[in-house]
């Protein structure tokens, strides 16, 4: 028999016993498996709570305190409002954009956002940072998923 033959069996077999092992685990009542739904697979989904935004129209509130370095700013104004994102609109910029910023009294863009992947300086937001919301989130008064004792440094002002 081949090298190569011989080690594909003793994979095999080996993985076979790993197999045996599971089985003869969980039919042995041993570690209790539970989906988040319930175990019956028939269970209705439940609709998730629809929960309002803290937030009011921009202009109306203060920042929120930033609670570690390099933290995205959490976005203190409601968002559900404005038109989604896509790839030939972006409503967050005509505020926080280069030209607008000044004009709608909103807070800039941070430099960081006007350079490109090679690290060259743009004269305007760089595409990695279109999709403003996979960094930057609306607040909403929810009790947090999971409990943590997490801390904020307390930033300069
Ligand atoms: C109509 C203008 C306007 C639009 C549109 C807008 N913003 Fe704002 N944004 C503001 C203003 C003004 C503030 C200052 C806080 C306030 O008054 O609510 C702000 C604050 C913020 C901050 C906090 C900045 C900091 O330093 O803490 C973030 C982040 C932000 N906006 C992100 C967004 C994102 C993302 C969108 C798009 C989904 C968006 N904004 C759309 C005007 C706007
Ligand atoms: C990849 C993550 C990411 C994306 C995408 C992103 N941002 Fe940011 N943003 C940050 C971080 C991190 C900061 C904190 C300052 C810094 O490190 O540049 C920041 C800072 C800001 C600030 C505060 C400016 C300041 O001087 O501190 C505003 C306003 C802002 N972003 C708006 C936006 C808007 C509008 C978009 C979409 C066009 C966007 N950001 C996309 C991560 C992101």
Redesign the pocket.
Known sequence: MNRTLVNAMAAALVASMGLAACVSMTSGGGLPVSSLRGSDAATADQAPTVREQIGKRPGLQQTITRTFV????LIPHATENFDEVTLTD?Q??EC??VQNHEKKK????????LVSATGQKLAD?DA?????Q???VPQFDAPPLVDNAFVGAQPRK
Request: glycine share 8%; aromatic share 0%.
């Open positions: 390099g933290q995205p700013p972006n967050c910029l926080h954009g909103a807070p800039r863009i941070s430099d960081s956002h937001t990695r940072r279109h999709a403003c996979l960094c930057h």
